[in-house]
């Protein structure tokens, strides 16, 4: 999913990665390098040779591996991180998700989607920033 060009969406990308439960509370390790599981590092080559990300910074969600990596737009690993997905198993969410509110949401449409989605910054309801995905179905990236 391609993600934006400019060095500031990088950069909250890279924020919103550390920010995740794998950090430590003072910081990253300057000698822990992140790693990609090799699904996203493949399907990272086909981006990349493609040229899918249209010249674009991109993240990739390997949904069996629970595991997100940010890659800048040449295809270098920014971060990788533990990713929270949806309860459910399938690739499409359910219609008229993103009007639910999240109590009236079932464990069987906690669904996290499989695509290509061109994502922007944004914030929720709530003020906080985050990373829309696909706004009209409320899937976003952000810490937890």
């Known amino acids: 999913m391609a993600v934006g060009s400019g060095s500031a969406l990088t950069a909250m990308v890279f924020a919103l990665l550390l920010s995740a439960p ?71 969410s359910p219609p008229g998700i993103g009007d639910r509110a999240l109590a009236d949401i079932g464990p069987a449409d906690r669904i996290t989607p499989a695509g290509r989605f061109v994502a922007r910054l944004g914030e929720n309801l709530s003020g906080h920033v985050v990373l829309w995905v696909d706004y009209d179905d409320a899937i976003s990236l952000h810490p937890v």
């Open 22 to 92: 794998a950090a430590s509370a003072g910081g990253r390790d300057a000698a822990v390098v992140p790693e990609a599981t090799a699904a996203s590092e493949d399907l990272r080559s086909w981006v990349l040779k493609t040229g899918d990300n249209q010249g674009l910074a991109f993240v990739i969600v390997d949904k069996r591996e629970g595991r997100v990596a940010a890659y800048d737009a040449e295809g270098l690993l920014i971060e990788a991180a533990p990713a929270l997905l949806g309860l459910a198993t399938g690739d499409d």
